[in-house]
């Protein structure tokens, strides 16, 4: 609570004071990073004399670029050998991202600490009654997977009297969710863009409205219009969207006037690169380059996450964060089962990482039997691999699907800079 006053005041700091704030942190990070992790050690040499307070945004941009890539290739070799003791014991954090590229890094429960505190601002933000019950559709992790199991629930604000929040399964078909909606009676609502699509357009066929619905909370995806104009259009909700990463927590939150985002620089330092490595301007769209000013266990410096998006105005609420328009990087479709019956597939590719000659995958379903991997490789995989992988598929889709492997040199983006890590061909 302590945090989240603090954020509270500097989100109406000028840009240019956020900015300096996020540079002294950054000097705090390098000198760390450059003095106990092994990958960086020559990586930050030429920052080598920089005094405090000496580093600017041109200085900045000398750091090279970190890729998913090289987070892969180098390992452990990214995690400092004498992380701060006050920060807190380290623990790992898995993510596939929107790249398709699976990757490990070391948290601590200091970032824990920075994305409660942002969750807090987004529910101060939108207004959000504290007291009130929140219904989750999503992938479930660690104690999730019980909690849903038992029909039972857990608060949902920290640091505040709270309502009650409740689980379902993602892969629990749509026409279930509805009904279990309908049980709930649930003021919120938390799941993904796809999901909630599948869910609107059930809605809109059976004329089902869920009861007690105030808003509706979306993430993990790109959130195209069209969902949030049917959101209104059907349940009569407005939709908050929010941009987070497994491996840095939150990224931007949606503004309480506007539909656009805003940068947490708080906890963030995040450029958007043309495709020469240059500041987007306003109107601009480009690759999302985020450092985290907070996780000393694995700094992650000027790490390309994968995502596109398009730079905002300054915005008129008067908060000096920084403005993304759109998320341009995230997305995911619906799963069809033999029966016709529609989920939103909960398969994450860092589930490969038992696989590390994986270096990409996508997965396309051709037909409501088979799926398709594309996989780009470092080095053929065996047959008792290949048997592992479809079976690792076909536990994460849920359902026993033929799947068939297609070995590619590259898998490329969409025109719009997306990378769809699940696409379906099947026709309604």
């Not at 939150?253 to 490595?277: F, G, K, M």
């Not at 038992?354 to 490789?377: F, G, H, M, N, Y």
């Amino acid at each position: 609570m302590a945090l989240h006053y603090q954020l509270e005041q500097s989100q109406w700091w000028p840009g240019e004071t956020l900015e300096t704030m996020q540079l002294r942190q950054a000097e705090h990070l390098i000198a760390h990073a450059a003095r106990t992790v092994p990958y960086y050690s020559n990586k930050l040499e030429i920052l080598r004399g920089l005094r405090a307070g000496e580093l600017t945004p041109a200085i900045w941009r000398r750091i090279p670029l970190l890729r998913r890539t090289d987070i892969q290739d180098v390992g452990t070799a990214l995690n400092s050998r004498n992380p701060p003791k006050g920060h807190g014991k380290p623990h790992e954090v898995s993510s596939s991202g929107s790249t398709g590229r699976p990757i490990t890094v070391m948290n601590t429960p200091i970032s824990g600490l920075f994305f409660q505190a942002l969750n807090l601002r987004l529910h101060f933000w939108h207004n959000r009654d504290t007291t009130a019950k929140t219904a989750a559709i999503r992938v479930l992790r660690g104690g999730q997977v019980e909690i849903a199991r038992k029909n039972s629930s857990v608060p949902w604000v920290r640091g505040f009297k709270s309502g009650p929040m409740t689980f379902l399964d993602l892969r629990t078909p749509i026409a279930k969710q509805l009904e279990w909606l309908k049980e709930q009676k649930a003021e919120y609502l938390l799941t993904y863009p796809s999901n909630l699509m599948g869910l609107l357009k059930a809605s809109e066929e059976t004329g089902f409205l869920p009861p007690n619905l105030h808003h509706v909370a979306t993430m993990g995806e790109m959130l195209g219009p069209e969902i949030r104009d049917a959101c209104q259009r059907i349940w009569n909700a407005p939709l908050i969207d929010a941009y987070s990463s497994q491996e840095v927590g939150m990224i931007a939150l949606q503004c309480p006037d506007h539909t656009h985002y805003h940068v947490q620089s708080e906890s963030l330092l995040v450029e958007v690169l043309d495709d020469n490595d240059r500041p987007c301007a306003a109107g601009q769209s480009g690759r999302v380059v985020i450092t985290d000013l907070h996780n000393f266990a694995t700094p992650l410096i000027r790490y390309v996450i994968g995502d596109y998006a398009e730079v905002g105005e300054a915005c008129s609420c008067g908060r000096g964060l920084p403005v993304i328009k759109r998320i341009l990087g995230r997305t995911r479709n619906l799963v069809t089962l033999p029966t016709g019956e529609k989920f939103s597939q909960s398969f994450s590719l860092f589930k490969l990482g038992r696989l590390p000659s994986i270096r990409q995958a996508q997965l396309i379903q051709k037909t409501v039997d088979e799926i398709e991997a594309r996989l780009v490789v470092t080095q053929p995989l065996s047959a008792a691999e290949e048997d592992e992988l479809r079976g690792i598929i076909a536990d994460g889709l849920g359902h026993p699907f033929r799947v068939r492997l297609e070995y590619v040199d590259e898998i490329p983006r969409t025109p719009g800079g997306k990378f769809e890590e699940f696409m379906s061909e099947v026709e309604d």
